[in-house]
């Protein structure tokens, strides 16, 4: 009966912070940014590749070019245009201190269209980051700002939503803002790990437990630890009412019925979100695409606004008594699940050793071989590892050098490092001009020009895997979908680019000796037909020069009709 109390006081105190959450913020002051009931592809805080998503994903029906609203008055602070990211994002800011942000978009509304056309014209330029003074594009709630799409870096049509503390830049979970998304389903819990912490997390590694249902709580059997210093991790994921596994929002654990930790994922900066890596089991997610949340805090995460127990998770045992472990996972809506399980500290294994290239976090290292140096910052890893550097002979016929071997895709690195490699044969100036690194995560690949220092090669990267330096003396070209002086009858041009190492970093395009608006998509180039190309305009010539990583540049052109 006292672990009832017990257990109900918790669980009250857990609602209550959710609660208190919420109230901090604007309750029904932002509308859906959409026409349709708001359903989630994915909340706050999920799990991404080496960043906490920022905002919510709402679905568009899998269609493109609904009309997306202004959530609330304010005016157009920003648009972006890119590549990857956002591709076409909209910027709002609010007289209550917030700025909202949609992203993936396919158009703005036409006079904001006809801006970022004209100035993209002016600039010759098709990426653009533009800031606006608040009576340039002032907007009312419900006002149509865009039409949703499927641009950057989406997998799919939705519709990217932010809401942003407008002086510090921090994402707020929108979920906090009372939006009126029905959800009675709890977490699901599918996996339980411990961790032996005497060295690290990353080595040995995770340690599987069996979960099952039983009644309203998940258990296992008696975890027989064999570390007096463990952590845990759980696999698990919120349903919702809505079929997609959206991330968990709060996590409690606690020993004995003491909380040693927990995390509340209300607001995370942009500088900070890459310590996500350094939250999850970075290698079960990166090789196995699990996603593992720590339950403890690792000692190289300084991220703020996640621990709000203050404590860092990692129990220590001191002898073979049983005890008691619970880890409540809980959603936006009060939607609690919880585990029940107990542990005993079995017996002693092997613990593993510090080799002479041990790094930790809060101390920079330089680790050389004989032909690569790599230079590691104080806050490059999340937690202590037996960092493992080689040489190896080449198999890429364009090498000029061994590959270099850092550590392992699977092994997380926080910010940038420098990586120095030395060819193996005396280059012309020409060729060192057409050297670049290219560097193999395992799923996969990154070349970069770099730059020389002294008889070597520098660059830098923030993941581990492997790299070569090439010579790269092949031309970029792009292919087009039509024979030369064809009549175009589609409502578009594309080009489709394509370079043997690296990417193409420079695209431009002139029609009959003017610069025209392409787009990237992808490795694509698409022009949407306009007014710098009317109908039965006679025959065009269209010149087109790209430029690969290496900096060779090759110049083609096409002739069509319209």
């Given at each position: 009966?006292?672990?009832?109390?017990?257990?109900?006081?918790?669980?009250?105190?857990?609602?209550?912070?959710?609660?208190?959450?919420?109230?901090?913020?604007?309750?029904?002051?932002?509308?859906?940014?959409?026409?349709?009931?708001?359903?989630?592809?994915?909340?706050?805080?999920?799990?991404?590749?080496?960043?906490?998503?920022?905002?919510?994903?709402?679905?568009?029906?899998?269609?493109?070019?609904?009309?997306?609203?202004?959530?609330?008055?304010?005016?157009?602070?920003?648009?972006?245009?890119?590549?990857?990211?956002?591709?076409?994002?909209?910027?709002?800011?609010?007289?209550?201190?917030?700025?909202?942000?949609?992203?993936?978009?396919?158009?703005?509304?036409?006079?904001?269209?006809?801006?970022?056309?004209?100035?993209?014209?002016?600039?010759?330029?098709?990426?653009?980051?533009?800031?606006?003074?608040?009576?340039?594009?002032?907007?009312?709630?419900?006002?149509?700002?865009?039409?949703?799409?499927?641009?950057?870096?989406?997998?799919?049509?939705?519709?990217?939503?932010?809401?942003?503390?407008?002086?510090?830049?921090?994402?707020?979970?929108?979920?906090?803002?009372?939006?009126?998304?029905?959800?009675?389903?709890?977490?699901?819990?599918?996996?339980?790990?411990?961790?032996?912490?005497?060295?690290?997390?990353?080595?040995?590694?995770?340690?599987?437990?069996?979960?099952?249902?039983?009644?309203?709580?998940?258990?296992?059997?008696?975890?027989?630890?064999?570390?007096?210093?463990?952590?845990?991790?759980?696999?698990?994921?919120?349903?919702?009412?809505?079929?997609?596994?959206?991330?968990?929002?709060?996590?409690?654990?606690?020993?004995?019925?003491?909380?040693?930790?927990?995390?509340?994922?209300?607001?995370?900066?942009?500088?900070?979100?890459?310590?996500?890596?350094?939250?999850?089991?970075?290698?079960?997610?990166?090789?196995?695409?699990?996603?593992?949340?720590?339950?403890?805090?690792?000692?190289?995460?300084?991220?703020?606004?996640?621990?709000?127990?203050?404590?860092?998770?990692?129990?220590?045992?001191?002898?073979?008594?049983?005890?008691?472990?619970?880890?409540?996972?809980?959603?936006?809506?009060?939607?609690?699940?919880?585990?029940?399980?107990?542990?005993?500290?079995?017996?002693?294994?092997?613990?593993?050793?510090?080799?002479?290239?041990?790094?930790?976090?809060?101390?920079?290292?330089?680790?050389?071989?004989?032909?690569?140096?790599?230079?590691?910052?104080?806050?490059?890893?999340?937690?202590?590892?037996?960092?493992?550097?080689?040489?190896?002979?080449?198999?890429?016929?364009?090498?000029?050098?061994?590959?270099?071997?850092?550590?392992?895709?699977?092994?997380?690195?926080?910010?940038?490092?420098?990586?120095?490699?030395?060819?193996?044969?005396?280059?012309?100036?020409?060729?060192?001009?057409?050297?670049?690194?290219?560097?193999?995560?395992?799923?996969?690949?990154?070349?970069?020009?770099?730059?020389?220092?002294?008889?070597?090669?520098?660059?830098?990267?923030?993941?581990?895997?492997?790299?070569?330096?090439?010579?790269?003396?092949?031309?970029?070209?792009?292919?087009?979908?039509?024979?030369?002086?064809?009549?175009?009858?589609?409502?578009?041009?594309?080009?489709?680019?394509?370079?043997?190492?690296?990417?193409?970093?420079?695209?431009?395009?002139?029609?009959?000796?003017?610069?025209?608006?392409?787009?990237?998509?992808?490795?694509?180039?698409?022009?949407?037909?306009?007014?710098?190309?009317?109908?039965?305009?006679g025959l065009h010539t269209l010149k087109v020069t790209t430029t690969n990583t290496a900096g060779n540049t090759n110049t083609q052109t096409f002739t069509f009709q319209r």
């Amino acid at each position: 009966m006292k672990l009832f109390h017990k257990l109900t006081i918790i669980v009250c105190s857990f609602i209550g912070i959710v609660i208190s959450a919420q109230n901090n913020y604007p309750q029904n002051y932002f509308r859906n940014p959409l026409n349709i009931p708001m359903q989630l592809a994915a909340n706050f805080g999920a799990v991404r590749s080496n960043h906490f998503h920022m905002g919510l994903d709402l679905r568009t029906n899998s269609q493109e070019n609904l009309p997306v609203a202004a959530a609330a008055d304010g005016y157009v602070s920003r648009i972006k245009v890119e590549r990857y990211g956002f591709g076409n994002a909209v910027y709002i800011t609010h007289p209550n201190g917030y700025t909202t942000v949609y992203a993936h978009l396919n158009k703005y509304f036409p006079g904001l269209e006809d801006y970022v056309k004209e100035r993209q014209y002016k600039d010759e330029k098709w990426e653009q980051d533009i800031n606006f003074s608040p009576s340039q594009f002032p907007v009312t709630k419900g006002q149509t700002i865009a039409l949703s799409g499927n641009t950057g870096g989406s997998a799919g049509p939705h519709l990217h939503f932010e809401i942003r503390d407008t002086k510090t830049e921090e994402c707020i979970n929108p979920l906090l803002f009372g939006f009126n998304i029905p959800d009675r389903i709890a977490p699901a819990v599918s996996g339980l790990y411990w961790y032996d912490r005497r060295f690290s997390t990353y080595e040995p590694g995770a340690n599987g437990v069996a979960v099952k249902k039983g009644g309203s709580a998940y258990t296992t059997d008696i975890i027989q630890v064999t570390s007096p210093e463990i952590s845990f991790a759980v696999k698990a994921a919120d349903k919702a009412n809505q079929g997609f596994s959206l991330g968990i929002y709060q996590a409690e654990l606690l020993l004995d019925g003491q909380l040693i930790y927990s995390f509340s994922i209300d607001k995370v900066r942009y500088d900070d979100t890459r310590y996500q890596n350094g939250c999850i089991d970075y290698t079960r997610f990166s090789r196995d695409k699990m996603s593992i949340q720590h339950l403890s805090a690792l000692p190289g995460v300084k991220l703020k606004n996640y621990n709000s127990s203050g404590q860092n998770g990692i129990i220590h045992l001191e002898d073979d008594s049983i005890h008691s472990i619970e880890i409540i996972l809980k959603d936006v809506n009060g939607n609690t699940s919880k585990l029940v399980t107990k542990i005993r500290y079995d017996r002693n294994s092997p613990q593993v050793t510090s080799s002479d290239k041990l790094v930790k976090p809060d101390e920079g290292k330089t680790i050389r071989t004989e032909n690569a140096e790599i230079a590691l910052s104080k806050n490059a890893v999340y937690d202590a590892m037996n960092f493992k550097m080689s040489e190896n002979p080449a198999s890429n016929a364009q090498a000029i050098s061994n590959t270099i071997v850092l550590q392992t895709p699977y092994i997380p690195v926080h910010d940038q490092y420098t990586l120095k490699i030395r060819p193996n044969r005396k280059l012309s100036d020409e060729e060192k001009n057409k050297v670049v690194m290219l560097f193999d995560y395992g799923s996969d690949r990154d070349a970069v020009k770099g730059k020389w220092s002294g008889d070597r090669v520098e660059a830098e990267f923030n993941r581990f895997g492997t790299a070569v330096l090439l010579l790269d003396e092949n031309l970029p070209s792009v292919s087009a979908g039509w024979k030369e002086g064809a009549l175009i009858g589609s409502s578009t041009l594309r080009l489709k680019g394509t370079t043997k190492v690296g990417d193409i970093v420079s695209f431009r395009a002139e029609l009959d000796g003017k610069w025209l608006r392409f787009a990237r998509v992808k490795d694509d180039f698409v022009y949407v037909f306009d007014e710098k190309c009317p109908k039965g305009s006679g025959l065009h010539t269209l010149k087109v020069t790209t430029t690969n990583t290496a900096g060779n540049t090759n110049t083609q052109t096409f002739t069509f009709q319209r």
